[in-house]
């Protein structure tokens, strides 16, 4: 399964343009569980970026905005979070019996 964090905005012609950013598998039930506390918590999600230059330091960008996650319904979020943990559960499963 392939997870992404999808973003979207409507230009001034009124036409949408995304930009889709893949979510390594490793991080789906970090990624998963921070959504879902921030649905059933009913908690803004603060977005920021960080600069990070070639000699390491990092530096908080001045850009940064504020939103809510909404659910479509909470049986479809739930059943995601199930399956994402399920197949999570299979693939460890497959590594131990190597």
């Known amino acids: 399964m392939k997870l992404r964090l999808v973003l979207k905005v409507k230009n001034k012609k009124g ?4 930009i889709k950013f893949n979510i390594a598998p490793s991080k789906h039930i970090g990624f998963i ?3 879902n506390y921030a649905l059933k918590n009913e ?9 990070i230059s070639t000699s390491g330091q990092r530096e908080e960008s001045k850009i940064f905005g504020k939103f809510r996650f909404e659910g479509k319904s909470k049986e ?3 059943s995601m979070g199930e399956a994402i943990l399920a197949k999570e559960k299979d693939m460890k499963a497959k590594k131990k019996k190597k």
């Open 33 to 35: 569980n921070f959504v």
């Open 43 to 51: 908690r803004d999600v603060t977005l920021t970026f960080e600069k």
């Open 15 to 18: 036409k949408d343009s995304s």
């Open 76 to 78: 479809l979020n739930e």
